[in-house]
């Protein structure tokens, strides 16, 4: 059926530049867009004259490094006909990366999308309140992202004091710090 549906995309919104991706390793198919049009991809199958998904379940990012992606996991909950999807979408650019807020389409992408900003640093053209939701306001960073490295203080406490640290992921951090080229290499060796 994703066959299908990036047909029907590539038919309506051509510059969707719609791909069919097969499930890899972990995970279910899914189908990657372009960014600029991911107002209008998930307004289409919002509006879908079959398998309208009118509910959007979760809004994910994830930093590879090379490029943040996007994921809108949406539902239709049809008694006879109900499917999930996910739509993907890439970022390239790490220093402001922007992608069309989807909140005037599913009100529930209003904290979705905030929660991705505060994480990742993605912003959303025209959110309607587009700030920080997990971290206080002042936090420098963010969190997610592969090269995002803890302050050792904040507001005069320390983050990561040595008592309260397992063993093994002290040595992590100490491991990541020494070695973090290599492991980045290793990472995206592995495709994670």
């Known amino acids: 059926m994703l066959k299908e549906f990036v047909s029907e995309l590539n038919n309506k919104i051509p510059n969707s530049k719609a791909e069919y991706i097969p499930m890899q390793e972990a995970g279910d198919d899914s189908i990657l867009v372009q960014a600029v049009v991911i107002s209008e991809v998930l307004g289409f199958f919002k509006n879908h004259p079959k398998f309208p998904f009118k509910v959007l379940q979760v809004i994910s990012g994830v930093d590879y490094n090379e490029y943040f992606e996007i994921c809108y996991m949406i539902a239709t909950f049809d008694l006879h006909a109900s499917h999930e999807l996910i739509i993907k979408t890439r970022l390239t650019d790490r220093n402001e990366p922007t992608l069309n807020s989807v909140v005037d389409i599913y009100k529930s992408a209003e904290w979705q999308e905030r929660e991705c900003f505060d994480m990742l640093g993605i912003k959303f053209s025209n959110h309607p309140d587009l700030r920080r939701i997990l971290c206080p306001d002042d936090w420098e960073g ?51």
Do not use: C, S
């Not at 005069?156 to 492991?183: F, Q, S, T």
């Open 142 to 192: 963010f969190p997610l992202r592969q090269d995002y490295m803890a302050a050792k203080f904040y507001n005069g406490m320390e983050i990561n004091p040595d008592a309260k640290m397992n063993l093994e992921d002290r040595e992590y951090i100490i491991k990541a710090v020494e070695n973090k080229d290599e492991l980045i290499k290793k990472a995206l060796a592995k495709g994670l």
